[in-house]
């Protein structure tokens, strides 16, 4: 497997967070899956796309071209045909950058984009074969005249970068407070903006923490669950398993079996890392 990431153009960065690739050439039979991490993504399949999995319509097929919002739980893949994708992190506070009002609508659903929108799709398509053979200059065309037309919200986007900055430990009420909003109003615009409510956005920054923290050094489980914000051990060992279906203990241990060769957290630690690496 080889995953991929690639810079923004600056004027798209407020817009786009990442363009990825990710091919697996000879894929391994078993259930692969990612974790949530507060980010919706445009993706296009350039070869058979995998089945997946959620509990809206158990397995099925996806469509070439797909449209993947925000979820709070794990998305689970069934690859059994060599895998080549390109997909495109957008920004969480430019999330309804493609499917606006109906956003949280879609939490934790991949869809069609063309069901969103059918010339966009047929564009992105051709634009991520072009990038692939070597010219992501389409791409950015396409995104760069999309995202002319959004209006981003700058109180939602400063939250944001308040949530991301603080591992998920900024105050609710005091993001709102910034914003110049009342709590209620403050949560009905971040969660039609972002996709989520701001309380389960910033549950995921204190997961991903948590993850990179398991991932990369040797701290103990206590002091992990503190450094991303928990309460305690007990609260940290909840909310991981409830996302991810392993306690802290065991996701360490998974991620650190995924660098011998064990195919069955690959995927996900491939983009907890930023890399196949």
């Given at each position: ?19 990825w ?13 990612i ?53 495109l ?27 969103l ?5 047929k ?51 005091a ?56 309460a ?7 909310d ?38």
């Amino acid at each position: 497997m080889d995953y991929r990431q690639y810079p923004v153009p600056e004027q798209l960065r407020d817009h786009v967070a990442c363009l990825w690739r990710l091919s697996d050439a000879d894929p391994c039979a078993g259930t692969q899956t990612i974790y949530p991490d507060g980010f919706c993504e445009l993706i296009v399949h350039l070869r058979s796309p995998p089945r997946c999995w959620d509990a809206a319509g158990g397995w099925h097929d996806q469509a070439v071209t797909l449209f993947a919002a925000q979820r709070v739980t794990a998305v689970k893949l069934a690859i059994s045909e060599p895998l080549d994708c390109v997909g495109l992190r957008l920004q969480p506070a430019a999330s309804d950058l493609i499917a606006n009002k109906t956003l949280p609508a879609l939490r934790d659903r991949i869809v069609d984009l063309a069901g969103l929108d059918r010339a966009f799709s047929k564009s992105l398509r051709t634009a991520a074969r072009s990038f692939v053979a070597g010219s992501d200059a389409a791409l950015w065309r396409l995104m760069t005249r999309r995202a002319v037309s959004h209006r981003l919200d700058a109180r939602i986007g400063t939250a944001v970068e308040r949530f991301q900055s603080s591992k998920g430990i900024a105050r609710i009420d005091a993001a709102a407070r910034t914003a110049g909003m009342s709590i209620r109003g403050f949560q009905t615009r971040f969660r039609s903006r972002v996709g989520l409510p701001p309380k389960e956005f910033a549950r995921l920054m204190r997961l991903q923490a948590t993850l990179r923290a398991l991932d990369e050094g040797d701290a103990s489980l206590c002091e992990v669950a503190a450094n991303s914000g928990f309460a305690d051990q007990a609260h940290a060992t909840r909310d991981v398993r409830r996302i991810t279906g392993l306690t802290p203990a065991k996701l360490r241990a998974a991620l650190r079996d995924d660098r011998g060769g064990d195919v069955a957290m690959r995927m996900a630690a491939s983009f907890v890392r930023g890399s196949s690496a």
